[in-house]
């Protein structure tokens, strides 16, 4: 569990550092969305390509990406129905929060946590891919198509082709899939340009909380608390469920497929929405929040299933 406590402090640190960018000024008032785009058009999808050219595809198509997926799927579900069926949320916010209910760290959090806690820093890789291939292009596509008030079937069709992050991604699956070897020369530039993917993200992010408070709008209080107890109560509960009576695990596996299901939202979430300007708000206070209390989450998890 020191693993775990290490890989948290590291994440804080990293995000009070951006913070206390935001306090002095140290770049102006237009870095928060120059970081952004840069994160977003740039370092993610060289890191994402990365990822998953490196990827051990016996552990991306295990028993566990169903799992994710189910986890997933219910709690975001629930969010997009509640959201716009009973507090008639527009399509863009309502995409942000299902994200963030089901939409976890599976990069920065979730392979230390991996690491040290469940004994394999693989494990996350499933849920990487889910996220990566399905999720995240199904999102962007929404997210492009109702902010830019631009429908067609053309550019919908065309958006995976235009979204930085899923030419990345889709381009190392491919790498993967094929079995192809790419010279160290090549790889290196997406590995070294990959590698300021996180601390940037977590950098803007750290920016974006000075100046305010952890739910400080009132209307976005209650999409924050939803996300937040469906990502770390619901999400785990659906992802025991669905591995022990679906799939039938036990033990170490049934571990994996809970404790990955606990862990908090994704940065991704809040880089999408200051991206599109839509729920930034809502997704900055549920990145926060939601990472504040999966620690505790991830202890309890670990404790009930080896009592």
């Known amino acids: 569990m020191g693993g775990v406590l290490i890989g948290f402090a590291i994440i804080a640190v990293v995000i009070l550092t951006g913070y206390v960018i935001a306090r ?90 991996a690491a040290y806690v469940v004994g394999d820093a693989a494990a996350s890789a499933p849920v990487i891919l889910l996220q990566l291939i399905v999720f995240a292009p199904v999102a962007l596509t929404v997210l492009d198509v109702t902010t830019s008030g631009k429908a067609s079937l053309g550019r919908i069709l065309s958006q995976p082709l235009r979204n930085p992050l899923i030419v990345g991604s889709v381009l190392g699956l491919v790498v993967a899939l094929t079995g192809v070897e790419l010279p160290a020369p090549v790889l290196a530039p997406f590995e070294l340009v990959g590698a300021a993917a996180v601390p940037i ?3 803007n992010f750290g920016m974006s909380l000075h100046g305010r408070r952890l739910l400080e709008h009132p209307g976005s209080r209650r999409d924050v608390v939803l996300a937040v107890v469906l990502k770390l109560v619901l999400m785990p509960l659906v992802a025991w469920a669905a591995a022990r009576f679906l ?61």
Do not use: C
């Open 24 to 113: 002095f000024g140290v770049i102006g008032p237009e870095a928060h969305q120059v970081l952004s785009r840069l994160a977003f058009f740039v370092l993610s999808p060289a890191l994402l390509f990365t990822v998953l050219a490196e990827a051990d595809l016996h552990a991306l198509f295990s028993r566990q990406l169903p799992i994710a997926a189910i986890a997933a799927v219910v709690p975001m579900a629930i969010f997009l129905a509640v959201a716009l069926a009973v507090w008639r949320r527009k399509v863009p916010e309502a995409t942000i929060g299902a994200l963030a209910s089901g939409y976890l760290n599976a990069n920065n959090i979730g392979i230390p946590v």
């Open 201 to 203: 993200i977590l950098i």
């Open 247 to 307: 799939f039938g695990l036990e033990g170490h596996a049934l571990f994996v497929a809970v404790v990955l299901a606990a862990l908090p939202t994704a940065q991704n979430v809040f880089n999408y929405a200051t991206r599109y300007r839509r729920g930034e708000t809502l997704a900055r206070d549920a990145v926060l929040l939601s990472t504040l209390l999966s620690l505790p989450v991830i202890v309890l998890v670990a404790a009930l299933l080896f009592a």
